[in-house]
């Protein structure tokens, strides 16, 4: 086989190649898993009794967010080796809004976006990046 022919026959291959990596389907969007945890109320914060609703200064508990992401973690998209978690204080109960937790998978700062998904403290949480 002449050099000429085994170079049409590389060239070829990889444009196959290269075609074959490229997609027109765009990637998959990161899963989520919807959690309920209850909200905690600040301390310079009332609230009027047996009212459903979200009151002004709800936040969510920083320390039990972090256990359930923890869990979530590991149980749900079993990501192995999860470090410390730490999820910011003060974060309002408010249907919509997103935050995120910085955690430590194998050693390696990772990020999770938190989404809130209603008034009444349920959030979802993607998965690290």
């Keep these: 086989m002449s050099r000429r022919a085994v170079a049409t026959v590389g060239l070829c ?10 997609s027109d389907t765009p990637a998959p ?28 200064g709800r936040v969510f508990d920083p320390r039990t967010m ?14 192995r080796e999860v470090g410390d978690v730490l999820c910011p204080a ?3 109960v408010k249907d919509g809004s997103t935050f995120t937790c910085t955690v430590q ?14 008034d009444d403290g349920r959030y979802e949480v993607g998965a690290p990046a």
């Design 105 to 118: 998978v194998g050693g390696e700062g990772k990020t999770v976006t938190i989404t809130v998904t209603g």
């Design 66 to 79: 972090q256990a359930d992401v923890r869990k979530i973690l590991t149980e749900t998209y079993q990501v």
């Design 29 to 56: 969007a990161p899963a989520t898993k919807t959690v309920t945890v209850p909200p905690t109320t600040s301390a310079s914060s009332s609230t009027s009794g047996g009212s459903s609703s979200a009151a002004p």
């Design 90 to 92: 003060n974060q309002t």
């Design 13 to 22: 291959c990889a444009a196959f190649a290269m075609l074959a990596a490229c």
